[in-house]
């Protein structure tokens, strides 16, 4: 039996580092943590603290060297400094060779055409002439992406026609180096789902239940787990895909694969993340083990644990930077009002439009459900009159 790491490193300071911690607690690991920053979110909570640069990588070979596993509140590690972690014998996990399919889109794209995972109509396109070329073969509007550097929204551009298509080509400019533009169909989607599934080293891998979630300006806004509408063969298939995809590429921790449900009946792949995802928030309250928690199973090399639900419904809500300042001011009042809700805060300073917590409602009705979380959600974003 091989033996559990004990000393798990993190690379990135943000919430979900900051989650990741508070899911270390009770399973007796050490977090160690490389931060941007002395303040951000996850440094303000973790013992083992070091601030540096993750795009250098003396940095973070210093910073491994006192890990028996690196893992990631991102995905922005450079690839070729990940490689040397592991020529130098460090367990990264996810590996560079697995973490790349989620750093950059055209590879993703490559990779899982190959599999035969459905995707929307793609191809990477070297200038605006291939991308006019896209567009009259495919249909307008049509999307186009950076195939590096682009979150939340950044990075991705929807075309109406011929007239935008100098659009991404301007926008490369700053958001990461070696990027690409990659142009994909228009999918009229009737709404986003999401599948989590925790992985294993030696492939042993469970999967949540599949997520639907609302996108607000490329910024996910809010989850329903399970997803309402699905068929129960829908559900298997899209865990299988999932599960499928993981092991194809060799994934250890967190796999999030990001959908859309076309009006024409099909569910593609948009995007991969490899990493605890916005879209499992819901598992810390609505779940037996967290996605945290498996995440870091997974990345330990522990037994994983059981991803049923514990209410028919489970509703998560972000909190985004709003009218109101005082967020503890505005626990008191949603807590008081609604025991039985759960709230989540990052530590971060409020600033509009920024994901500072969340709300997490469990219940037996989805429309109830959905109406206690947004109510707190928009008290603690001082947008009660909406």
Known sequence: MRTPAATVGVIGGGQLARMMHAASIGLGLRLRLLAEGADVSAAQVVHDVEVGDYTKGSVVAAFASGCDVVTFDHEHVPTPILHDLEAAGIAVRPGPDALVHAQDKAVMRTRLAALGVPCPANAVVADEEALVAFGDAHGWPCIAKTSRGGYDGKGVWKLDGPQDAHVPFDGLEGLRANAVVVAEEFVDFTRELSVLVARRPGGQAVAYPVSETVQTGGICTATTTPAPGLR????????????????????????????????????????????????????IDGAVTSQF????????????????????????????????????????????????????LYGKDVVPGRKVGHVTALGEDVDETTARAWRAARHLMGDDDE
Request: proline fraction near 4%; charge should be negative; charged fraction near 20%.
């Open 232 to 283: 129960p063969d829908q559900v298997r298939d899209l865990k299988a895909m999932a599960m499928r995809i993981a092991e194809e590429l060799g994934v250890v921790g967190i796999l999030a694969v990001e959908l859309m449900e076309a009006r024409d009946g099909r569910i593609v792949v948009n995007e991969l993340a490899m990493r605890p995802h916005n879209t499992g928030h819901w598992s």
């Open 293 to 344: 928690e498996n995440h870091l199973r997974a990345v330990a090399d522990l037994p994983l644990g059981s991803t049923a639900t514990l209410a028919t419904v489970s509703v998560m809500v972000n909190v985004l930077g709003g009218s109101r300042t005082d967020l503890l001011g505005g626990l008191v009042d949603v807590m008081a009002a609604d025991p039985a809700l759960k709230v989540q």
